[in-house]
Every structure is written in structure tokens, then in C-alpha cells.
């Protein structure tokens, strides 16, 4: 009677030691299921970040600050020799060297992206761009004429004044990429822009003699 009744408690034993470890199994595949389904979901993301997700506003982001960013350095350039301030001088040089890295960064999106890149330079070459112009803060054929036949001080008010309606602009059309952008470095861009030329528009309100 004894060794039935041991007899019956290893076999419970033996038969509750193979559920558990059933349990064990199937909770093991269930957290590896999950971990699968985690990280095909990371990679499916990772590949989406990489292969450069953007929208609509990414893109006019970029296709209009180019050529915005190309006016600008038009303008510093012309500054360089027809400036009489040094201060200005200085403000065209380190605007020239912000916004040349950036039109490249720009380009390299929309080339990825398989979309135009802007190549015309607005006031440059005089074509299709005026006051009418839907970029903010353009000048137009006739601004950048009278810019460029200015000097010495009175050149260095015109760019001052012309700048900062330029710089306006640019935060503008930044400011929405922030608000409504999709690619990430876009939108980096888009605050660094914010930020780098609202302290130059104060800048350049005191060298008008503004406060």
C-alpha cells in the first residue's frame, strides 16, 4: 500500500514537473514572439528614419531656403567690397560661412529625396524673382540692384536694413518647418536657422541704431 501510494505521488510529481515545464516553454516562446515582434518593429522604424521620412513641408522647406540662402550670401559678398563698416563686414563674412554649409546640406536632402534642387541665384541673374516673389524676405531684382551699386555708408545701411527683412523671412519659413517639418534634421535645421539669425537681426537693429 505504501509503495502504491509512492508510486502515485512520482507520478504526480513527475506529471507536474513536465506542465510546468510546458508553462516555462510556452511563456519562453511568448517573450520570444514579443521580442521578435519588438525588434522587427525598431528595425521597420530605424529603416523608415534612415531612408529619410519627410513630408510635403520638408520639401518646400528646403526648396525655398536655398535659393534664400543664395541671396543672402550674394549680398555678403557684396558686402566685402563695398562696406565701409567693419562690423558689417565681419556680419556679411559670418553669414556667407553659416549659410554656404547649409545650402549644401539642403541640396544632399533633395537629391536623396529625388527632387530638384534649386541652381538659379534670385537678384543674381535678374530673372523671375521680384517684390511678388512667395519666398519671405526676398529682395527683388530692383533691391539688389540698388544694393549693389551702393558703398560706403550708405551701402552699409542699405544691407543692414535689407538683412534684416531678409533674416525675417528666413525665420518665418523656418518657424513653419519647425511646426509642420517631418525629417528630423530638417527640423534641426529649421531651429538652428531660428535661433542664429534672430540674434543676428538683433545685431544688426544696433548697428542701425536701434534697440
Known sequence: MTSTRSFVRRAILVASAVTAALVL??????????SGSAAQTSA????????GAHNGQDLSFAQGMIPHHQQAIQMAKTAATQASSAEVKDLASRIEKAQAPEIETMSGWLESWGEDVPSSMPGMD???????SDTPGMMS?????ELMKASGTD??????????GHHEGAVEMATAEKGKGQYGPAKKM?????????????????LLGKS
Open 25 to 34: 516553454a510556452a511563456c519562453g516562446n511568448g517573450n520570444s514572439d514579443g
Open 126 to 132: 535678374h530673372s523671375g524673382h521680384s517684390g511678388s
Open 190 to 206: 529649421a531651429e538652428d536657422i531660428i535661433t542664429a539669425q534672430n540674434a543676428e537681426i538683433e545685431e544688426m537693429n544696433k
Open 44 to 51: 521597420a522604424a530605424t529603416a523608415e528614419s534612415t531612408a
Open 141 to 145: 531684382t530692383k533691391d539688389m540692384d
Open 155 to 164: 551701402f552699409d545701411e542699405m544691407f543692414l536694413t535689407m538683412m534684416v
